[in-house]
Every structure is written in C-alpha cells, then in structure tokens.
C-alpha cells in the first residue's frame, strides 16, 4: 500500500534531482530516501527515476507520478491545516533572516512560533539577501526575511514591513544641532551595509555627486559592528532608525536632520511554490504581522528623537 512517506520522498528527489537534496530536506539518511524509492517503485510496477551521473531525473511514468504526488502532498498539508490540531504542525523549517530583523523583530516571531506550533523547529541562518536569495532558490532554505520582493520564478512574496533609512552619529561629532549638508557629511567616513546589497549601492551612489569630495565608505555584514563603530565615533552609520532605538534613547547616537533622503528597505518574506508550503506560509503571515505591529510601537518612540 501506498504511503505519504514514499511519495513525498519521491517528490523531493525530483525537485532537488538527487538522493542526497532529498535527504537533506527530509533529515534522514540516502540509503533510507533510495529504499523509499525501490519500495514506491515495487509498489507501482514501474520504474520511476533515471539514476544516470549521480543526477536523479523523472522517466516518462515518473512524470506522470509527480502530478498526483504535487496533488496528494498538497491536499494532506491543506487537510493538516485546517482540521488537524496544531501541535501536528511539526517538522524542521529552515529560515534565512536579514540581520537587520534579527534586531528588530525576530525572538518575537521564535517565541510566537513556540507557542503557536510547539512541534516545530526553526533551523535559523543570519546573512545577507543575495546569499539568501541564492540559497532559497536552490532549496536549502524554506523561508527567507529579505530585502525584497525577489522577482525569480516561481517565488511568492509577502510585504513585512518598510523600514526607514537614517543618518546616525554619535553626539561627539557635533553634527546633532541644526540641519546638516551632504558636505558636512561627506566629511566623515560613512559605515552602511556589506558590499554586493542594494543598501551598498544606494548609499554609494547617494554620495556619488560632483559637488561631494570622495567618500570613505566603510561596509561590514554585521550590522552590530556598523553600530558599536558609529557610537564609537568611528564614522556616521547610514542604516534603518528601527534597529538603534536603545541608543538612540540613551543618547549615545543621534538621528541627524539633513534632507539627503534614501529610500526606505522593504522586507518580504519570500518562499518557492511547492505542494507542502502550508507551515512555510503559516509562519510567514505570523511574522508579518508581528512585523507590522512591531513597526507601530517603534514609529512613536522613534519620532521623539
């Protein structure tokens, strides 16, 4: 008899296009996804995957078969959805985070998620959104918060939240009282986000002007660095006002008033189409609205500054 295991196996093995993705996705070991597989194959009387040059490809009737295997994953996780209980909701979820909601909002999404699913883990990677983006896309991870929304096929996206991007400074700078030019500061070194992010490059090329003399633009990956150097004295951080609000209330940054705009980060949650995405869009719509709520208590502290 046919069970969902076999079949959702099978359908991992064609959408990764090897025993070791399926494994991976599945946590289990190969020779477990390859007995999985002889077994579905002995049940159904055909032969099912080509296993040529380690790629593992679907024959003309293992075609057919991922049609009603998409079919059956789906409806089982619509099923487990709407009747089941749900501490059935349970599994790994792999999560790539945008370090800029790791100091936002993110221990209130894990906290929501334990209470909500308690059978369900989150495995979590913090890094920026184009490895993120390439790492969804070849399905290592389930769910990405990233600057968004990621136009590649087959990916659907759901707004977070906007977060405003701001000039930032220690008040040893002397740049907090009165409005303050593009040249004053120019005059500093600026510390934004890493290299090859679109924030990068918008700040880049917000400076990149005749009138501006050449900038220092300092990167890092870790937005926690870019603080600690601007609180430091080390430069002006040009990052979202979201993730320095205890600085900026104990009064070791300033938010400074210049009309130099950039236009703000939006965030997407984003995730791969897929037959068993019921638990992927769950948290999805959980972490949106914690985002949102989140944004409408920060907005009021972060005007008083």
Known sequence: MLDFRSIETFLWVVKLGSFRGAAARLNTTQPA??????QLEREMGVKLLNRDH???SPTPSGRQMMVYAEKLIGLRAAMMAEIGDRSAMRGVMRLGVAETIVHTWLPRLVKSVNEIYPNLSLEIEVDITPNLTAR???QEIELAFVVGPLSASGVHNRTL???PIGFLASPSLGLGHGPVTPADLARFPIITFPRKTRPYEVVREVFDRPDLPPIRLHASASLATVIHMAVEGLGIA???DAIVEN?????RLQLLDTDLEIAPLTFTASWLASPD???VERVAELACQIAQSSLAVDAPALARH
């Open 54 to 56: 380690r790629v593992a």
């Open 247 to 251: 600085e900026l209330a104990d009064g």
């Open 161 to 163: 939240a906007d977060y």
């Open 33 to 38: 996804i390859s007995q999985r597989i002889a």
């Open 238 to 240: 040009v990052i979202p």
């Open 277 to 279: 995405v019921i638990a």
């Open 136 to 138: 969804l896309l070849a």
